[in-house]
């Protein structure tokens, strides 16, 4: 249900009201940029604006329709996470070092959003290097959450989360190593799709100032975003072709359709707690009505398989793996100290903190070890999902936490009904899908009792994204999705109001 300027309205939406006449893409990109002006002194999730260009390219959309041309994203105002190459925009990653790098052409994604029509209203905000579960940096300071500035959107697709849930743009696009998408979407009541790695182009995904090549970074994937399971699905197909400039399986593979049309054809397998970190009761208990709303809907549900792969050995594996390709990137001085550090674990230390240690100074010959044990639990997950079409469980043990700024982020906690746990350790949960490199979907559910959304992860089998990403439709259309942020709160209008779903 849009509002009268469109602000939460879905790019299918959008498409169809432009198709009809009854709004033009410059009406709606100057309402997009009326909002961002207006609201985003409180969010902070638009910091690199570029409203010229996109009014030209609103312009030339209405002319274009005007000709009888039609695109999937003809007119549609949307943001991208700085991270992305946007030829004439610099591209920070939130170095300070970088604050003059302006890339001379566009990411493959952005190229093809273009291509499609899409009007880009600017770049998101990301923490340094997107590197922790908030969102902020020296140039651009603190992105908050919509529904609580007291809160983080998450990190490292915090901007982009935010901008959508403000009602900046109805789609954008985001990555992820560690959670970047899911756990954005989770904390602001939006939707995103983690791909099965290697699927989608990542060259011009790039840290300044390397040449915009196909970097294929271990456990790294880009993916889209929005505020519709619909929109979400469109977006994936538009990324999804290769780039035939890049190495990878995915050149070779046909994208297999869903598994089923229909919410009571599909197996799912709740895994709502974990052995290393509880999950709130909150989310607990969200996820558990869930699952007895699907029950009743006539869906196959199960809350224990011994398919499952062993979730500790599968926590630590995925910190390993983590740290290696975090630290590869570490300057000289970092990486002293992190060999520094690991060799003072004492060898019976089996925590997540010593596994991350250990990751960060594994020789190759260790990673080769450990990336064999990742090929067994691949395998796994794959006969898991001859019994199952869907794995349901947390993007995130909690709901959005307070902004925690302090200087090392390792030593930080986050508290979980209460008791303060290791703030890194609430990674295991993006790591159950990022470790094997399986497809996942974040889709909104409910709201918490303090008015936080909740959102659920939906892991699919390797290359068939298709199949969470349509169960997120189906989730949608019986129980309801994302709800505009009410009047109340900073980043909503006088006509905020209108919410959808159930």
Known sequence: MSTPDHAYSTAAELIAAMDAGTVSAVELTEAAIERIERHDGDINAVPVRDFERALLAARDADAARARGERGPLLGVPMTVKESFNVAGLPTTWGIPAFKDFVPAEDAVAVARLKAAG????????????????????????????????????????????????????????????????????????????KPSFGLLPSRGHTPPPAPP?????????????????????????????????????????????????????????VVDTHPLIPTSAE?????????????????????????????????????????ATIAAGYPPVLYTQAVAAARHIDPDDVSLAAARARGAVLSHRDWVTTDTLRTRHRARWSELFTEFDIVLCPAAPTTAFVHDQSPDQWTRTIPIDGVPHDYADQLVWPGIAGTPGLPATVAPIARSDDGLPIGVQLIGPLFEDRTPLRFAELLEREFGGFQPVPAAHPAAGPRDLCAHGK
């Open 283 to 323: 989310v607990r208990t969200t996820i558990d009505r869930l699952a007895s709303d699907l029950t009743a809907a006539g869906v196959s549900v199960e809350r224990h398989s011994a398919l499952l792969p062993d979730l500790v050995e599968a926590a630590r594996l995925y910190m390993r793996l983590l740290l």
């Open 213 to 269: 090549l196909a970097y294929d970074r271990d456990l790294t994937v880009i993916g889209p975003m929005a505020r519709g399971a619909g929109d979400l699905a469109a977006m994936f197909g538009l990324l999804a072709d290769p780039d035939e400039t890049g190495p990878g399986i995915a050149h070779r593979l046909a994208l297999r359709p869903a598994r089923h049309d229909d919410l009571a054809g599909y197996r799912i397998l």
């Open 118 to 193: 899409a009007v880009i209203l600017g770049k998101t905000n990301v923490p340094v290097a997107l590197g922790d579960l908030q969102t902020y940096n020296p140039l651009h300071g603190t992105t908050n959450n919509p529904w609580n500035i007291e809160r983080t959107p998450g990190g490292s697709s915090g901007g982009s989360a935010a901008a959508l849930a403000a009602g900046f743009g109805a789609v954008s696009i985001g990555s992820d190593i560690a959670g970047s998408l899911r756990i954005p979407a989770h904390f602001t009541g939006v939707y995103a799709h």
